[in-house]
């Protein structure tokens, strides 16, 4: 079976507390699209809020061109292979992710907005050891992270099932 090779683009995206993230996409048009419908979520903190970052163009040689080209790539219907199962696969991760939060949501101790302090007390020792869950902002996160306090982001909750 000889099946065409589809591309695809690669986007650097960032949202709007400035968490940096790639995606792919079929075209310019897929991107715009799913933006607009709020498809594009944050896999830091959950936003819908996204837009392109600026990044350099990765030019391929031409097909032609003596240092290889696309006929040196394996060659993909995404179109084939496609929509079915990629919505399959993104399912099946929301769905794990979704297991994580509702796991954490019953067993841990929901410390919202404190969730830094709580988590930099129980390090050091201040607080009784636990499991804990909350928000936390990137600046906060990245302290956490230079003082060597141990903690797992998770995406934001689906926007809706589909």
Not at 42 to 60: D, E, F, L, R, W
Request: hydrophobic content about 35%; proline content about 4%.
């Amino acid at each position: 079976m000889n099946i065409g090779f589809a591309r695809m683009i690669l986007y650097q995206l960032c949202c709007a507390d400035d968490h940096s993230f790639e995606a792919w996409f079929r075209d310019s048009a897929t991107y715009d699209q799913q933006v607009v419908d709020g498809d594009v979520e944050c896999p830091y903190c959950g936003s819908t809020n996204v837009t392109k970052a600026i990044m350099s163009p990765n030019i391929a040689p031409s097909k032609g061109s003596e240092e290889g080209g696309a006929q040196d790539l394996p060659e993909y219907d995404i179109n084939a292979m496609g929509d079915a199962r990629a919505q399959e696969v993104a399912q099946q991760i929301l769905d794990a992710v979704g297991r994580i939060r509702d796991y954490a949501e019953e067993n841990f101790e929901n410390v919202g907005e404190d969730f830094a302090d709580e988590a930099r007390k129980i390090h050091n020792g201040d607080a009784e050891e636990r499991g804990i869950y909350g928000k936390a902002s990137e600046e906060e996160a990245q302290d956490l992270e230079e003082d060597g306090v141990e903690f797992v982001r998770l995406p934001g909750t689906p926007r809706r099932d589909s």
